[in-house]
């Protein structure tokens, strides 16, 4: 089936780490992305992982990826105010690239 | 560079009245996709279109229908609004690497 998942919230001190957690249910998934909404604004891309990969890192953030549990988690490091916001997980379905279904998504707020 | 660019902003309904939201990019991607996003339960995908010529439905389609009128534009009308379909509406294009882009949205209120 088509399901992905992720908690609602989450709040966190500056500087703090957060970690977002995901679980998925298909498989067959071939790319998993992450995608940060800011308010008011659509989503942009955070970062992805091929499903082949365990794990890839980028500046602060760092993905994992564990296919057997079919759990990805996202990892900010030092985190700041300004990345509060909704951070969506997704994953592609077709491998081809047309289908890619999300999350309900997590807020995040970073307080002082 | 607009990107992503979607019509109107926003829009306030009555029930039954129909309406078209407009969508254009400019990146000369080939697939382009329509979803709708409402609290707690993410983006849910409508309707799609892998490339000119072709659409798809989604999870969520009924009560809608799309045009991919040419590789720059796809559109989504309502035909009989309801306001289960208050919602905010997100276009979305996707380039070779798998990317998405996304328009700001459009808030529909369907009263």
């Known amino acids: 089936g088509e399901d992905v998942e992720q908690s609602l919230f989450l709040s966190v001190r500056e500087g703090d780490s957060s970690v977002i957690n995901c679980t998925y249910t298909?498989?067959?998934?071939?790319?998993l992305y992450w995608y940060k909404q800011e308010p008011g604004a659509g989503l942009q891309l955070l970062t992805y992982?091929?499903?082949?990969?365990d794990m890839k890192q980028d500046q602060r953030l760092t993905v994992l990826l564990n296919k057997k549990d079919k759990h990805l988690s996202l990892r900010i490091a030092d985190t700041q105010t300004g990345d509060s916001a909704i951070y969506f997980c997704?994953?592609?379905?077709?491998?081809?690239?047309?289908?890619?279904?999300f999350g309900a998504g997590t807020r995040l707020a970073v307080h002082p | 560079n607009a990107g992503v660019t979607q019509t109107p902003k926003f829009q306030v309904l009555k029930t039954g009245q129909s309406m078209t939201l407009q969508c254009a990019q400019d990146?000369?991607?080939?697939?382009m996709y329509w979803y709708r996003q409402d609290p707690g339960m993410g983006l849910r995908l409508i309707y799609y279109?892998?490339?000119?010529?072709?659409?798809d439905k989604g999870e969520v389609p009924n009560g809608y229908n799309v045009s991919r009128l040419n590789k720059r534009e796809f559109s989504l009308r309502l035909e009989s609004a309801a306001p289960s379909q208050t919602s905010v509406y997100f276009c979305?294009?996707?380039?070779?690497?798998?990317?998405?882009?996304f328009g700001e949205g459009s808030r529909l209120t369907v009263l």
């Open positions: 979305a294009s996707r380039d070779g690497t798998g990317e998405l882009f």
């Open positions: 298909d498989s067959s998934s071939t790319y």
């Open positions: 992982i091929f499903s082949n990969m």
């Open positions: 997704a994953e592609d379905l077709s491998g081809g690239y047309n289908k890619l279904i």
């Open positions: 990146m000369n991607h080939n697939s």
């Open positions: 279109s892998a490339s000119e010529g072709t659409t």
